[in-house]
């Protein structure tokens, strides 16, 4: 089904900023920024994640969708997203690391964007952890469009990491209720699978 909005304009003439959905921001020296453009009742459990493998060591940046039900209407394509702090944020990056969350019920990582290096060694690293990933090949979830949020970065190339339903239910319980969602061990172990190889 294609997006409402096609461009964050349209999105911010229909929805309130605070109301309907709210922009997260935390600035530290580093040249990576990881970003969660689709956070929220958007892709659940997609800002948990991100907020954790930036910690205190880079910078971080969220899209979030705020509504109690219907969130899905917040969501712009990757390729389409220019909320203009998030596009600022990722141009200021060296690399920009993008999470999202896909509705495959199995338990996968796909692996895109531009960065071939990077995708390598997140991948030898799930794996070597024990989750299953791959590096995408169906054209649609390759991410390596230089207009991908990812890609935004002055290298021009980044890392999307696209994180399965079935994997999220696994890092969280309860992923779709907010007040009662629950870190796993899951959760932690990919995490910080994630924060080690971004510290080398």
Not at 4 to 28: C, F, G, M, P
Request: charged share 25%; proline share 3%.
């Amino acid at each position: 089904m294609p997006d409402k909005y096609t461009n964050y304009d349209e999105l911010s003439q229909n929805e309130r900023l605070n109301a309907d959905y709210a922009i997260l921001h935390r600035e530290v020296d580093s040249k990576i920024v990881v970003i969660s453009p689709h956070g929220g009742g958007i892709e659940p459990g997609t800002i948990d994640i991100g907020d954790a493998i930036a910690g205190c060591d880079h910078t971080f940046y969220a899209f979030k969708g705020l509504k109690k039900s219907g969130n899905k209407i917040l969501h712009i394509t990757s390729n389409s997203f220019d909320e203009p702090l998030g596009i600022q944020v990722a141009q200021k990056a060296l690399i920009v690391i993008s999470v999202h969350g896909s509705r495959f019920r199995t338990e996968t990582v796909h692996i895109g964007g531009r960065n071939q290096l990077l995708k390598q060694k997140i991948l030898h690293a799930l794996k070597a952890a024990g989750f299953n990933a791959e590096i995408s090949e169906l054209p649609e979830l390759q991410w390596i469009s230089p207009e991908n949020i990812c890609n935004r970065c002055k290298s021009g190339e980044g890392v999307h990491l696209e994180i399965s339903r079935g994997l999220r239910e696994k890092m969280f319980d309860n992923l779709d209720i907010r007040s009662l969602r629950k870190r796993t061990k899951c959760f932690y172990k990919f995490v910080n699978t994630l924060k080690a190889i971004l510290s080398i």
